[in-house]
């Protein structure tokens, strides 16, 4: 499987051919990735066989929503470990949420992922495959509504890219060296893993740091978000501003409305605060309801109410749009579906 294997050491799966088909295979992969290998015109059918299977991973399911627009995929690896990857085509921008864990150890509390607990890692190359795939399918069928050329990319799937930092590190550079993606295209997104992120900002690529920060106190924080009692709002805050600092570029930070815990004039308030000192924008998402969880979304009507209360207090906000809803298109609510829990 060629995604598994490092760029650097493709030769390893074409003993005996010339470095000039190495290097061919190496600009189909992570350059203008195919569906298949069959579709690798230039190299010799004996060696398009070999690199079969292409992909790390099975489509176990596919769903469209929104008018074709959005796209889902349910990944199967061959060891069972199943994940997904969500294509979303935007008038200007083609955009892919993909994963770095199947499942996650984080444990938030309304999050589907965090329900079904760990699976296991990805690897660099089922990260980096996932967004070969999307370039290879758009090219060769466009979303409609949406460029089709894939570009950006964020680390909003299932699982925590930071728990799992040295692969990360290595898709990373694979999406950036490799495929020719931008590093300001590409967001990763963290619940507050400190270590990780005072590491990240030591890397040479300027990607979008997204803080998941959901509450302005640990106490509610906390509630939603176990980690919080290892790593404090105000130490995840100082590491954010460390890698706004390190790499000129403004955080942002993601607040899950979820009714009655943190949908209140002083949570909007201590967003609006948070989000000033740190200059960052901040997006609002709407809870999307999981089985497992008795949370529910705020009404329409609150959830204004919150952006305005925290706009009047001064923070740069949006309202997220949920691309997907009706396809299951939420973190993990795929899976949650196809297949229960573990053990
Ligand atoms: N583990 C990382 C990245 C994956 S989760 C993180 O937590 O940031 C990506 C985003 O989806 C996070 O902002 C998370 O809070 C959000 N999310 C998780 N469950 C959700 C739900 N049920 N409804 C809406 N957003 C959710
Ligand atoms: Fe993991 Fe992110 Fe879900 Fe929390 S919100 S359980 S960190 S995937």
Redesign the pocket.
């Known amino acids: 499987m060629p995604y598994l294997t490092a760029p650097d050491e493709l030769a390893a799966l074409l003993p005996g051919e010339p470095t000039y088909r190495v290097r061919q295979l190496r600009e189909w992969l992570y350059r203008s990735p195919v569906l298949t290998a069959a579709a690798m015109t230039n190299l010799p059918a004996a060696v398009r066989a070999r690199l079969e299977p292409l992909w790390p991973f099975t489509v176990e399911v596919e769903q469209e929503g929104d008018a074709g627009r959005t796209v889902k995929w349910l990944l199967r690896a061959a060891d069972g470990a199943s994940y997904e990857a969500v294509l979303m085509a935007y008038p200007r921008r083609t955009t892919l949420c993909l994963s770095s864990q199947a499942g ?1 150890a ?1 444990g ?1 509390a ?3 992922t965090g329900q079904f607990g760990f699976e296991r890692h990805l690897q660099a190359g089922e990260m980096a495959a996932q967004a070969a795939y999307a370039a290879a399918r758009l090219r060769a069928r466009p979303l409609p509504g949406g460029p089709p050329r894939l570009g950006n990319v964020v ?3 299932m ?3 930071l728990a799992n930092y040295d692969n990360l590190r290595e898709a990373l550079r694979r999406l950036v060296e490799e495929m020719g993606l931008s590093a300001r295209a590409i967001t990763v ?3 507050g893993v400190v270590p990780g992120i005072l590491r990240l900002a030591e890397e040479p690529w300027p990607v979008t740091l ?1 803080l ?1 920060l ?1 509450a302005a106190d640990d106490d509610t924080r906390a509630e939603l978000v176990p980690l919080n009692r290892r790593y404090p709002i105000d130490d995840v805050l100082a590491a954010a501003r460390r890698f706004a600092a390190a790499k000129g570029r403004r955080v942002t930070l ?1 607040w ?1 409305l979820i009714d009655g815990i943190n949908d209140t004039p002083e949570q909007a308030r201590g967003l609006a605060g948070i989000a000033a000192e740190l200059r960052a924008h901040a997006n609002v ?1 709407p ?4 089985p497992l969880s008795r949370y529910q979304a705020p009404s329409p009507e609150r959830v204004q109410a919150f952006i305005e209360q925290a706009r009047r207090a001064g923070a740069n906000v949006t309202l997220r749009d ?1 691309r997907g809803r009706g396809i299951d298109a ?2 993990g609510q795929l899976r949650s579906r196809a297949a229960s829990p573990p053990g």
Do not use: K
């Not at 809870?287 to 999981?290: D, E, I, S, V």
């Open positions: 996650c984080m938030c309304f999050c589907a680390f909003m799937g699982g925590e890219p997104s963290t619940v997204a998941s959901h993601e899950v998402i809870l999307n309801p999981t949920t939420a973190c």
